[in-house]
T-cell receptor, first 110, second 111 residues
Framework: QKEVEQDPGPLSVPEGAIVSLNCTYS??????FMWYRQYSRKGPELLMY??SSGNKEDGRFTAQVDKSSKYISLFIRDSQPSDSATYLC??????????WGAGTKLIIKP | SQTIHQWPATLVQPVGSPLSLECTVE??????LYWYRQAAGRGLQLLFY??????ISSEVPQNLSASRPQDRQFILSSKKLLLSDSGFYLC??????????FGDGTRLSIL
């Protein structure tokens, strides 16, 4: 079993829809959780960073962490074609070495 | 503000040739530096990380090596490339317990 599981997709939704992206993990020591967005042929770009459990909102993006279920989510409201990218989750314990999901490819259809 | 530069963006090399990829960070001091490789459709594999000049930790045994000759410079090298070294190589930096930030990567093709 991988430490972090992420459905590779692709996930295709119409423009304006709410998108839900998820990762599950097995290591209960993880306490730092990140979501990165990666466009084709570019490096990952940090979208959201949360510590421990709870929600964090930034514009159209909301990150959610449920440590009891070992489950994290990224919600995108009012999705745009420019949101089409691969979304990677990453997490770490106190030593700050990141463990990565494989990434979910998201396609927003105009 | 902090910026990270990686070059070249694309590289095509024959099997058995040497490799040198360079990464520099601006706008911060004593960053942690990282080299990753990303295979198509897969997550990131950590190759090396460094917490200071001359301090390199290797995560995956292979024919690649890394060096940090200056505080904000990180170099990935190989003496003889293998076909299996093809991939997308990413450099990243971080400070303290903050998230990592990435360069735009080098796409390496071995022929």
């Amino acid at each position: 079993q991988k430490e972090v599981e992420q459905d590779p997709g692709p996930l295709s939704v119409p423009e304006g829809a709410i998108v839900s992206l998820n990762c599950t993990y097995s290591n209960s020591a993880f306490q730092y959780f990140m979501w990165y967005r990666q466009y084709s042929r570019k490096g990952p770009e940090l979208l959201m960073y949360t510590y421990s459990s709870g929600n964090k909102e930034d514009g159209r993006f909301t990150a959610q962490v449920d440590k009891s279920s070992k489950y994290i989510s990224l919600f995108i409201r009012d999705s745009q074609p420019s949101d089409s990218a691969t979304y990677l989750c990453a997490m770490s314990d106190s030593n700050y070495q990141l463990i990565w999901g494989a990434g979910t490819k998201l396609i927003i259809k105009p | 503000s902090q910026t990270i530069h990686q070059w070249p963006a694309t590289l095509v090399q024959p099997v058995g040739s040497p490799l040198s990829l360079e990464c520099t960070v601006e706008g911060t001091s004593n960053p942690n530096l990282y080299w990753y490789r990303q295979a198509a459709g897969r997550g990131l594999q950590l190759l090396f990380y460094s917490v200071g000049i001359g301090q390199i930790s290797s995560e995956v045994p292979q024919n690649l090596s890394a060096s940090r000759p200056q505080d904000r410079q990180f170099i990935l090298s190989s003496k003889k490339l293998l076909l299996s070294d093809s991939g997308f190589y990413l450099c990243a930096w971080s400070v303290y317990n903050q998230p990592q930030h990435f360069g735009d990567g080098t796409r390496l093709s071995i022929l």
